[in-house]
């Protein structure tokens, strides 16, 4: 059975710390997601979401500290963001 | 034709009812007799939009019909809910910014008339007044409604917005001449 | 009270903005109504209207409570009415039954919508069981199947000096589509016009204190014995027949020599006339009966024309309803009885005129006694009851 | 020519409809006492307008020389909510056992208390369903037998003893006046039902009240009910204190 | 479940006790009910005896509750049941219209009492609009009339299988006098009599989980377009006429060469049978019809019964109610219907004796077709429908 | 492979049925992710059954991978309670809006909290009827503008803003557990559920959400409301502890 | 006489359901066919109280019945109340330890039976066992029922008293006698 | 219209410091005053009341204090009590 779930389409976009998956069909434009990133790097997109308003997308503030209150708050679980893995773990463990 | 009828079908936010809305009442103040009857169902957003427009010489009395002169069409969804609307008789005017899948299309329509709206209003205009270009291009098939009505039923659905932001006013009517032009044209 | 409107004028307007006008025109003092589509609109403009007219308005918790703040606004002697539709109209039956019970003048605005149960929002004719024999009596109230906008105006006016004339609960029942469309109506005042929206006078709290200047009013709807709920019912029932009489109302075309009778009512009736008159103009003798009120049916006028009949059609948005009172209305006479029934849809002209061209041929074919190429009459008739 | 003995009833009391249809022993007519009284002290007898239930309530549906309404189960309050809608110079007065407040019209009570509807709410807490026979009633208290708790009210199959008065203060307007008193103590009653019919507001006046019928009690055994029993889970007392100041008489 | 009754026995019950033994008997595991006079005793000796044979009892805020909780019982899988009567009746058909429009088993004894709204707690047939109708639908259930405490005993029984094995809300249609009157019944095991109670299966909460082991159940009445609530409606009314045919049920006696077949339904058809074979053996031709099921209503057993008659003679304790019923049954045939209302009071056989008495004699001065004298044959029919 | 990533729905989030229903910014699906996520911590897959009222709710009438029931306006609890009598081993939860909850449904509220029915009632509190398009709810704001009370609801007219949890918690059992949480703060939220479910008692969780197309609000103005205006009227936090410990994970 | 049809009535606490209950469940258990209906209103005490019996070796149908053989009444309101029921050929049983207006009694009824229960159950026996003693005369004057089956259904309904004052049994039966006798002797 | 009032058979005992004034057709032998009277000198009376049960009467216990609890408590008004008039005021007056 859950073979059989339905892909959702997705747009991965890097920006800071984040790597950024929208899923336009997702997405319907609410502007929820916006409004809660700490660092506005959320903004609309040129891409359609599923009513055929615009998606959204990273990218237009500061860069995305991978915080995921916009993945909290999406209504329609159209954002998924993961973590930039930490290239030099040891570098990052010695700088708290 | 005694009395014009059309369909028009869209998603949620695409100002369907508006277009009808104007239509009607552009129609009532052209002294025409009209009726207009949106669907409505369960769902405010999310389902497909469908509005029954109906004008004429002669009293409309039953607001649902079941072949339309003219069908609407703006989206995919909105393609397949009203093709049960379409004959020979018909001119089916759709949304053709982005691809259509044309085995969606109707292929009994008498006139197959695509209008780029999306594309031509931000373009040109604005994206918000897409559905007016629309409601040209209604106007200019049907063409029944007299400018000055259509220019009043405008004022009274809009005038609101317009007295926030005139601009708009022109904007408006830009594209209801460009969505006129494309009945002639396209 | 002024007018509310003084000149008569045209206006282009939804069903339920009509009923709101209405109800302001008929000098309804309070409306008292819970949330549903589709009668929603009704609520909303009366809201944003009532203020301006000194009238009042009130959101209850449900449709029980709607109702019974109607009859005590009715008890208090004024005009009042509610709307609700689907199952709201179930819940209002409690509220109705009682004022069948003690006759008191509440006015109902019915949306049909589809149903069962919640179904869906949109429209049907699937409430006239309810809204002429809900409630756990007998059905002694006034319904007026309205069709159209101009009707919805006048019926609406017309509901609120019947109820109080008469005493009886009053539906004016609608559908979700008459609701909801927009069209040309023509707004006048009733006074004007001579139609007589009723004199409210208070069944409760009138002047003079109670035991000592007049006796007091005791209002009650529970007998003790049988003998007394009887003696009540069948006062009831007399006083019901005889206002029949006086206010069943009907509208027909073309009945005498008409092979086939195409019987409809509310808005499918539009759809039912403009298919009877489509066939006639070919030449097919098909009459058409509207029935205007559904309780108390006109039924003498049904025998009358369907008597002249080969047959009759019944066209509705229900499973059998209407139906089954046109069959119990003809019952005694042979003339067969056939259905056209799509619960929950919008019937049109078009659909009808289909069906009848079927059934025709096939009678036609199978030997039918009275031509159906009987030219119809050039002028048709249309009559409306006093 | 000296004046035969009239009995003392409330000169609101209607004399030709006495005796009254309740049972012997029956707390209704004591809460009616009450109420008759301060509508007397009032002098509002063109003014209230009195609201029954159906419940053994009905049985007053002609008790009173008031314009009177019987309704239906439950449905007392939006009645008179309509009725005071459109005729504010009125006082009306809704009358309702506890099935019909706080079981099948609860809806009703605790919707016109949030709204803060201008009606004097009168109910009697009998803990029973008198009227259908004797059946549970959301005020029944735990252990009691009725018709269908015929093993004793159980808390964990039937929950405990609703506290009607103490649910309406919890959404009333704070201008509101809710009080809960007894037939056991008439004068506190009816300075209860003075302040009540008084407010402007909404106003709840909770009685404790005797039933022996259904109860199967003796007139000991009554009063040791409502005297000693009933408290126990239904405090007396003022709950809210409405806008104007205590009037005694 | 080991079997409430072991051995066939004769009991001396009240009508209210006799459902409660039928509902233990059926396999019922759960009552809902909210107190309302005449139906008390069955939530009363439900309560009672439940806990004996593990089964449970809930005495709910109101009757919409109690309806709704009965819908989720049927919907964990179990037989389940409630009983009102009246004012709660209105409100139960809220309940009963989702039942309706989700198919759900739901059973409902009905103990009819005066109408309209609180009325009397006696005795009435008032209830049969409601019964048949109620709900904003079409009226698609099941509902037994029943005429006596055996008949009590056995329908509830049947109820539950009926319900189970068609999916349809069903109604055991009684009165304040079945259900207060005492008298002898024959108690027994439906098993060994071969009378199905039915097969309970969850709806919900099915082994398996939902998603992974199985698809989930998505159960809903509301839908978004016209369209989809037509085709619901059509299903469901190809499947109830299917099922009234296998269920259809009346009972009859001498309607060949019958001059008047008196109809009646409930207890009154008891009295009607007995005043219909007095005047027989007085050489009357006097035949009787009951309905048994009301909704389906046994339209062609009727028409067949009353098409050999000179005239119908519906009899009941309602202003018409069950005489709309027979009128619309009987469409398309000139057989004259006329009516005895009684609404709120019993009926004794002497009364309708005189009144068959009356129109014979009426009929007779006036010239009357078929002889009144042929004399009775000696055998009465008695038929039961499958 | 590499796995294409896949939307982070809570497992028992149905995705046949996804985009699901609800407008673009309703607060509806929020309380049904933070809903999805109890269960899955929970893996009670097999144990909950999902009941939605009549109101936006009955958009998630195929939205989880759940049996599920969509039932009558206001009834919802009344079903379940009738389930869960007879299928003790289920978990029903009753999914409602506040005008079925708090208005049309409240007896069964009320009543369902009193007799202590284990069933866990969830009721999004949007402040208005949103489903048949934006009309006052018994928890519209003061001054609130609705279709219904087009010039801002007015408190001598049409009351206070009704307060749910509180009047539940004022009726309901000790054991049961009644707390507020707000689509504003969804790990709150989750918490609460998983209280609300583990407690064998009845339990009531408020949730506060945004419904911006009825009240035409843009996302900041939706957030704005959500997270500011609603509070100060309806405060956050548990009101009533249940049986359990808290159980955090 | 196939069915006995047997109307009582009475004030609230007088005990004419007891009375009715014991006479039909003796009937039953005579091997006879028996009904009983009270009737019932919105007053539990306070109203009239009316019971039918009937009785009899055919299957009886249909609880209630114009006229009835036999009438009882125990207060001035019950024989207003039963009037209706008496014909030529009914026993019209009173009780008649007070003064009963004689304008109330029904002039048709074939046979007046006065029986001054209440004095003789207080002088004699107790208070309480009054309207067993009725009962007494009713079953004297149908005269189709089992003495044991009597004391049987006596047994089914007050036993539990009798368990609690054993002296009570000896007393109902007494009772029981005394009214027979004076259905005879009167 | 108060003149249309129907008159309640009364029937009068003096008992102690009451008058004690008992309307037969009102009285439903509740016991409710028995059981409240402080001295107990109600108590079942010979005479029948409305429903043919006994009424009740003073003189049962020890003399009425004329504290009006009966009259206060009787649900259907079937009791009224008067004070017997002090005999000699004065004297009364000054023994307090
Ligand atoms: C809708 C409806 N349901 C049920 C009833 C039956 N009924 C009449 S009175 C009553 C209960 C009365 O109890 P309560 O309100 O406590 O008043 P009381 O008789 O105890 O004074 C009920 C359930 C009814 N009349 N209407
Ligand atoms: C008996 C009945 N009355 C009214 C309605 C119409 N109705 C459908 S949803 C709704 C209100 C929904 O409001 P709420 O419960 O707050 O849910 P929301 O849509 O806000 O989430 C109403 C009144 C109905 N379906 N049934
Ligand atoms: S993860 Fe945080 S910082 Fe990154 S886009 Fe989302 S909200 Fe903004
Ligand atoms: S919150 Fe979700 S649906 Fe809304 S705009 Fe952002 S990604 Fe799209
Ligand atoms: S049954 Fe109880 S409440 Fe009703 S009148 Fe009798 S004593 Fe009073
Ligand atoms: S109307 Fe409001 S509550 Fe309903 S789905 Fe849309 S946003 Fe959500
Ligand atoms: S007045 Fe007081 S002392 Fe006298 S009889 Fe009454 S209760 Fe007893
Ligand atoms: S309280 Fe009143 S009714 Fe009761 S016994 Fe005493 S006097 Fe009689
Ligand atoms: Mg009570
Ligand atoms: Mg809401």
Chains 1, 8 share one sequence.
């Not at chain 3, 008929?26 to 589709?38: K, L, R």
């Not at chain 3, 429209?123 to 007998?138: D, I, M, P, R």
């Not at chain 4, 439950?74 to 079981?103: C, F, Q």
Request: glycine share 10%.
């Amino acid at each position: 059975m859950p073979e059989k779930q339905p892909r959702f389409l997705v747009r991965t976009y890097r920006d800071g710390k984040g790597i950024f998956h929208l899923f336009p069909s997702l997405c319907k434009g609410c502007g929820l997601c916006i409004e809660k990133c700490p660092v506005d790097t959320i903004g609309w997109s040129r891409e359609l979401g599923f009513l055929g308003t615009p998606a959204v997308e990273p990218g237009h503030g500061k860069p995305c500290i991978a915080c995921k209150l916009c993945e909290l708050v999406c209504p329609d679980c159209a954002i998924y963001i993961e973590k930039v893995p930490v290239a030099h773990p040891t570098q990052a463990a010695s700088s708290p | 034709m005694s009395i014009a009828r059309i369909v028009l079908g869209g998603e949620g936010g695409q100002g369907v009812q508006t277009i009808a809305e104007i239509l009607a009442e552009a129609a009532y103040r052209s002294g025409l007799e009209a009726l207009y009857i949106p669907n409505f169902g369960v769902e405010q957003r999310g389902g497909v939009s469908l509005a029954f427009v109906q004008l004429g010489d002669e009293v409309v009395a039953v607001p649902k019909f079941r072949r339309a002169q003219v069908v609407v069409a703006l989206s995919d969804r909105a393609i397949q809910r009203t093709a049960d609307y379409v004959t020979r008789e018909t001119t089916f005017i759709y949304e053709a910014s982005a691809a259509v899948d044309p085995s969606f299309l109707p292929r009994e329509a008498g006139r197959l008339l695509p209008v780029p709206a999306v594309k031509l209003a931000t373009e040109h205009l604005h994206p918000r007044v897409f559905n007016v270009l629309i409601l040209g291009t209604v106007v200019g098939v049907v063409d029944m409604v007299e400018e000055t009505a259509l220019k009043a039923a405008l004022e009274g659905l809009l005038g609101h917005k317009f007295a926030l932001k005139p601009e708009l006013r022109e904007l408006n009517y830009r594209a209801l001449g460009e969505g006129r032009e494309l009945a002639l044209t396209a | 009270m002024t007018a509310v409107i003084e000149r008569e004028r045209r206006a282009f307007l939804t069903g339920n903005e009509v009923v709101a006008w209405a109800a302001l025109a008929a000098g309804a003092e309070v409306m008292f109504g819970y949330p549903i589509t589709p009668q929603n609109e009704i609520m909303h403009y009366w809201a944003r209207l009532a203020p301006r007219y000194g009238r009042k308005f009130l959101q209850t918790e449900d449709e029980l409570s709607a109702g019974y703040a109607t009859i005590g606004a009715v008890l208090g002697g004024v005009k009042a009415f509610t709307a609700t539709a689907g199952p709201g109209h179930v819940l209002m039956q409690e509220a109705l039954a009682m004022a069948e019970m003690m006759r008191l003048p509440v006015v109902a605005i019915i949306t049909q919508r589809g149903g069962p149960s919640t179904a869906t929002v949109i429209y049907s004719q699937q409430e006239v069981n309810l809204a002429c024999f809900g409630g756990n009596g007998e059905g002694f109230r006034l319904v007026y199947s309205v069709a159209g906008l101009q009707d919805l105006y006048e019926y609406t006016l017309k509901a609120f000096g019947m109820a109080w004339r008469y005493r009886l609960p009053t539906i004016v029942l609608g559908d979700g589509y008459q609701a909801k469309m927009r069209g040309p109506v023509k707004l006048f005042d009733p006074a004007r016009q001579g139609i007589d929206t009723g004199m409210a006078a208070p069944f409760l709290g009138a002047a003079g204190t109670p035991g000592r200047e007049r006796p007091p009013v005791h209002l009650r709807n529970t007998y003790n014995l049988e003998e007394e709920l009887l003696a009540v019912v069948e006062e009831q029932a007399r006083s019901f027949e005889q206002v029949a009489e006086q206010v069943a109302e009907y509208e027909e075309e073309k009945r005498e020599g008409a092979a086939i009778l195409l019987v409809a009512h509310g808005i499918v009736a539009r759809a039912a006339q403009l298919a009877a008159g489509r066939l006639r103009r070919r030449g097919k003798a098909v009459g058409f009966f509207r029935p205007v009120t559904l309780r108390p049916f006109p039924e003498t006028a049904l025998r009358r024309a369907a008597f002249e009949a080969e047959m009759v059609l019944v066209a509705e948005s229900a499973w059998g309803q209407l139906e089954r009172l046109v069959r119990a209305s003809l019952s005694g006479s042979e003339v067969p009885v056939q259905a056209y029934r799509r619960p929950g849809m919008g019937i049109t002209p078009e659909e009808l005129e289909e069906e009848l061209e079927k059934i025709l041929a096939a009678r036609k074919s199978s030997g039918w006694s009275r031509g159906d190429e009987v030219a119809a009459r050039a002028a048709d008739a249309t009559g409306l009851a006093p | 020519m000296k004046l035969q003995p009239e009995p003392q009833m409330p000169r609101v009391w209607r004399r030709e409809s006495k005796p009254h249809r309740f049972c012997p022993g029956c707390g209704h007519p004591l809460a009616l006492k009450a109420l008759g009284e301060a509508v007397d002290d009032l002098d509002w007898q063109d003014r209230v307008v009195f609201g029954c239930d159906i419940g053994c309530s009905l049985l007053a549906w002609d008790f009173f020389d008031l314009d009177t309404v019987q309704t239906h189960h439950g449905r007392t309050l939006p009645v008179l909510v309509g009725l005071k809608r459109v005729r504010p110079e009125l006082v009306p007065i809704a009358y309702m056992g506890d099935g019909g407040a706080y079981a099948i019209g609860v809806q009703h009570l605790v919707s016109a208390a949030a709204r803060d509807e201008p009606v004097c709410s009168l109910v009697v807490n009998n803990a029973v369903y008198a009227m259908t026979g004797g059946q549970m009633a959301p005020t029944t208290l735990p252990g009691q037998k009725t018709e269908t708790t015929p093993y004793g009210r159980d808390p964990a199959l039937s929950g405990h003893p609703l506290k009607g008065a103490e649910m309406v203060a919890a959404v009333a307007a704070p201008e509101a006046y809710v009080a809960r008193g007894s037939v056991a103590n008439l004068r506190q009653l009816k300075r209860y039902l003075l302040r009540a019919l008084q407010n402007p507001h909404f106003s709840l006046v909770e009685v404790l009240a005797s039933c022996p019928t259904n109860w199967r009690t003796n007139a000991a055994e009554t009063w040791e009910w409502v005297e000693k029993e009933m408290p126990r889970y239904f405090p007396l007392g003022e709950l809210k204190g409405g806008v104007r100041e205590e009037e005694r008489r």
